[in-house]
């Protein structure tokens, strides 16, 4: 959008409150949704949640399409639209509530960069194992993408996203590497974010903010998604304050509240295995 | 004998009926040449055989087709009737649309076997090259294109056409493969086979739609209806148009698959498809999907009538009535793509394009059922300026237009349907002048008045034509296409 259409949206947004019929729209928690987008989709329930702003899960088999930028989750707020966690936190911003606002400019510049890390790292890994790891690619991604739709249309559409997908990986390097070298990336970013949190309770302060939820949405999924090898989610349970901290913001943010939270975390699409 | 040779170019209408002497039939023969001790004889009622018919020019062209076309030749009586039956045959000939012209040459039998009233007709024709092509250009709605097109007439010598079409525009591309087979001997019952990717805007609904599909069919006439019987799979992808798009357009975003199969009947007996001046043409169309695969699941009924009836002095009434419904099956709602929609120049004037019924932030989401009709008169213009020549093009046309669109809850029952349908009638009157543009389109300037008009409705009158000044009016010009798609929509109003 061009400067003065986000500044016009903007002033549109912070015009009116948080309704409370907002919702958020993702696949079919069942069926359809993949690792990558179901982790993206908890980060920014996450992040609501830590706001303290009530927001209800809506499930569509259409909802990548349905989003603006072609990318879920995405909220649909009195009449707007807004979509992946970045422009939702400019968003919630422009509404009033904010994590960060108590950080200082070094410590801003810090959390970019470790939300950086996150999406460059964690999520470009989730996406290869989902998308180029051939195994992965036959057993449980094409069935789980196409699973709304008849054939031949489910086959055409996994094989057109994981085309597009390759085609991203090549863009940026990543289309030479093994499973093995991504495992050792996502086991170096785990490690960097273990080092960053230390012993606190949140990466910044006691206060959460929006790298805690992001950093929350991808650990959490990695570690309660059964797919089929263990081998991500082993990388991540090396780190064990990693594994508390996921524990801790599920205990705070999402059991105890109303009942559609807590199915939100609970019938994810595979067994859980992590608190157990 | 006398060497009478007898050749008809163009096309023999009108067909010599009166006059029984030979001066009226040599307006289109050539010279005819008569030897001196040679006796001219009255040759209508006189018997005659037929014993040859020959072709010239025929190339990969086999030869089965062309006897069923010309077998009626064989069993003319007399000379006009082979005159008349030559001339079925070459029209039959023509619209295999294999030849590119034909020629008929009737003589008088020679050689051994020859009958003193026998006569030998020779048809001379040019086939058309094996593949020809064609470049366009086009300018629409904001959108200009490239169009390629490449026909392979004759493909196989019975008929056969495969055609392809390519169009790369500044917006979107799209292109069409099709094979086509009429049966050999009856080109009426044909069948053919589509492959095509089609995209469309549809601004009245902020949507953007992507058709890929294939489709077979089958033609053929019973007495004197002709029938189509059609399946069609197509994966359609709906996306908005604008990121201002309406929440509920937004939730049809996204991909689907319609397997249907559809039956159509249609009876037409009027003489021209543009203005006709007599005639009635009735189109029943129906369409089930979802039993053969696919996720959409419906059935669609719709129907036109028009009946044409010239009155006194050269003008002409017009009667239309038009009308569908949509029932999806099971309990998925039914799609944007495939509901009706109403409004505009070709169904009720005044109302703009598409724009009348249900809709949702200013996006019309279309209605499950409707109907339209219109009463119109159309005369020459006042005083007949330019009669004979460019001015019988116009015609002054008056008009009536009505319509309704809506959702029905199909739980209830037919009265509370048509209950429904009869509650909130859109209509609109008015006058002004239309130009006939050959046999495809139809140029219209108009004066509306819309009426009826409900809230969410957009209609092209903006200001209220009793308090203002008569220059404050709104003109509609459009042009037409056969098949009542507006093509270009342009509206002036001129201020005070």
Redo the contacts between chains.
């Keep these: 959008m061009s400067l003065v259409a986000e500044a016009f949206v903007t002033q549109l947004a912070a015009a009116e409150p948080w309704p409370e019929n907002a919702a958020l729209y993702q696949q079919l928690k069942e069926e359809q949704i993949l690792l990558s987008d179901n982790a993206s989709s908890l980060a920014v329930q996450a992040f609501l949640q830590m706001c303290n702003l009530p927001i209800r899960v809506v499930c569509r088999a259409n909802a990548e399409y349905m989003s603006p930028s072609g990318k879920v989750p995405f909220i649909h707020v009195g009449n707007q639209v807004v979509s992946e966690l970045g422009p939702i936190v400019q968003f919630v911003k422009a509404k009033g509530h904010s994590l960060s606002d108590g950080l200082d400019e070094v410590q801003k510049a810090e959390m970019k960069a470790y939300m950086e890390l996150v999406n460059n790292m964690l999520l470009t890994a989730e996406l290869y194992l989902q998308w180029c790891d051939d195994v992965t690619v036959e057993e449980i991604t094409h069935p789980r993408y196409g699973s709304p739709y008849p054939w031949p249309l489910n086959r055409i559409l996994s094989y057109q996203k994981q085309w597009e997908v390759r085609r991203k990986m090549k863009a940026i390097g990543w289309a030479g590497k093994t499973l093995e070298q991504v495992l050792e990336d996502v086991d170096q970013c785990c490690q960097a974010l273990s080092q960053r949190l230390g012993t606190q309770p949140y990466f910044f302060n006691k206060q959460p903010t929006e790298l805690d939820a992001l950093v929350f949405g991808h650990l959490f999924t990695i570690l309660t998604t059964q797919l089929t090898t263990d081998e991500l989610s082993e990388k991540v349970k090396n780190y064990s304050n990693l594994t508390a901290f996921c524990r801790r913001i599920e205990q705070q943010y999402f059991e105890g509240h109303d009942k559609d939270s807590a199915t939100t975390v609970a019938a994810r699409s595979a067994k859980r295995s992590l608190l157990r | 004998m006398g060497h009478i040779p007898l050749k008809c170019k163009q096309s023999l209408e009108p067909l010599p009926m009166g006059g029984p002497d030979f001066g009226a039939l040599g307006e289109e023969a050539e010279l005819v040449e008569v030897e001196p001790e040679a006796k001219q004889e009255i040759l209508e009622n006189k018997d005659v055989v037929v014993q040859h018919v020959h072709f010239d020019g025929l190339g990969r062209t086999k030869d089965d087709i062309i006897m069923y076309e010309i077998s009626d030749v064989f069993k003319a009586k007399n000379l006009i009737d082979v005159m008349r039956k030559s001339h079925e045959a070459r029209e039959k000939l023509l619209r295999l649309g294999i030849f590119r012209q034909v020629e008929v040459l009737i003589d008088t039998c020679q050689g051994d076997d020859a009958l003193p009233n026998g006569l030998d007709v020779t048809f001379e024709v040019t086939e058309l090259r094996r593949l020809t092509g064609s470049y366009n250009t086009m300018v629409g709605n904001n959108e200009g294109s490239m169009v390629l097109g490449l026909k392979f007439p004759n493909l196989f010598g019975r008929a056969e056409k495969v055609t392809f079409q390519f169009s790369y525009g500044t917006k979107e591309t799209s292109y069409g493969l099709s094979f086509f087979k009429p049966q050999p001997g009856k080109f009426e019952r044909n069948f053919s086979v589509n492959l095509y990717k089609v995209t469309g805007q549809f601004p009245w609904s902020s949507l953007r739609e992507t058709d890929r599909g294939i489709s077979t069919e089958f033609n053929f006439p019973i007495w004197k209806t002709s029938h189509t019987l059609k399946w069609e799979g197509v994966?359609r992808e709906?996306?908005?148009l604008a990121?201002t798009a309406s929440?509920s357009v937004?939730?049809e975003?996204?991909?689907?698959?319609k397997s249907s199969l559809s039956h159509a009947m249609v009876i037409d007996s009027r003489n021209s498809s543009i203005l006709p001046r007599r005639g009635a043409l009735l189109k029943i169309n129906q369409e089930l999907a979802g039993y053969t695969?696919?996720?959409v699941s419906f059935l669609k009924e719709d129907f036109e009538f028009q009946l044409n009836k010239q009155l006194l002095w050269d003008s002409v009434f017009s009667a239309s009535l038009w009308g569908g419904m949509l029932v999806p099956i099971g309990d998925k709602p039914s799609s944007i793509a495939d509901r009706f929609y109403l409004g505009g120049p070709t169904s009720v004037r005044g109302f703009s394009m598409y724009s009348i019924g249900p809709q949702s932030?200013g996006d019309y989401l279309g209605g499950e059922a409707y109907w339209a009709g219109g009463l119109h008169l159309y005369t020459p213009l006042p005083f007949r300026p330019g009669r004979g020549g460019f001015g019988d093009l116009f015609r002054t046309h008056f008009f009536l237009n009505a319509g309704n669109l809506c959702n029905l809850n199909y739980g209830d029952g037919p009265r509370a349907h048509l209950q429904k349908l009869a509650e909130y009638i859109r209509w609109s009157y008015g006058a002004g002048i239309v130009l006939r543009l050959g046999n495809i389109a139809r140029l219209e300037l108009n004066y509306c008045f819309p009426m009826g008009v409900q809230s969410g409705d957009r209609f092209v009158f903006y200001t209220n034509f009793f308090s203002s000044n008569w220059f404050q009016r709104l003109l509609h010009f459009y042009l037409v296409l056969s098949e009542r798609i507006a093509v270009f929509n342009f509206v002036y109003s001129m201020p005070v």
């Design positions: 994966w709906l996306g908005c990121r929440f937004r939730e975003s996204g991909h689907s698959l695969g696919g996720d932030e």
